[in-house]
């Protein structure tokens, strides 16, 4: 059964509010570029967790969608990217970006695998 296109607003809405929170949260504890990583890192994997368990739509547009959707952060990714190519040359932008992009998806794939692994 899927969600009205209220209930669906609503659950993404507060879903983001957490994941929101959670972000600002992180980023307390973790400064600079190594925020950025941590954040798409963490929510990737807890993204892969999501897309492979068996939690219906309601719980994936609240935890997939708004939490993970929320939590991550490809605008600062990509703000970070360019600060890194104006201050540190293009090479570590690019070092940088790769970086970003093989720990989220790595971290996708482990938590999808991982969720897949425990529900057998």
């Known amino acids: 059964m899927s969600a009205s296109p209220l209930l669906a607003t609503a659950l993404v809405g507060g879903g983001g509010a957490l994941g929101a929170a959670a972000r600002h949260a992180v980023g307390l504890r973790v400064e600079g570029r190594r925020s950025v990583l941590t954040l798409n890192t963490l929510g990737s994997l807890a993204l892969g ?54 720990a989220a998806l790595a971290a996708f794939l482990f938590g999808s695998h991982l969720v897949a692994a425990v529900s057998v």
Not at 57 to 73: D, K, M
């Open 49 to 102: 967790a999501v897309s492979a368990a068996p939690i219906g739509s309601t719980a994936t547009l609240l935890f997939g969608v708004g939490f993970c959707g929320a939590f991550t952060t490809f605008s600062s990714f990509a703000v970070g990217t360019v600060r890194a190519a104006s201050e540190t040359g293009p090479r570590a932008a690019a070092t940088l970006a790769a970086s970003n992009l093989t």
